[in-house]
């Protein structure tokens, strides 16, 4: 492989890791957790 194939190599690979590690940082870091989730209401609308 030549030398700019092996560079975009690098930094594909080197992106799409430190955007996988930052999202995964992101949700074991995350804090309230209660708030962050949606869609599990009990009540759907055309309850009454």
């Given amino acids: ?3 700019a194939g092996w ?3 690098i930094i594909s690979v ?3 890791t430190t955007l996988f590690v ?4 992101k949700v074991l870091t ?3 957790e ?3 989730v949606h869609g599990l209401e009990n009540e ?3 309850k009454d």
């Fill in 1 to 3: 492989m030549t030398a």
């Fill in 22 to 25: 930052g999202c995964i940082y």
């Fill in 44 to 46: 759907t609308p055309d």
């Fill in 30 to 32: 995350a804090n309230d």
């Fill in 34 to 36: 209660e708030l962050h």
């Fill in 14 to 16: 080197s992106i799409v």
């Fill in 7 to 9: 560079t975009i190599l």
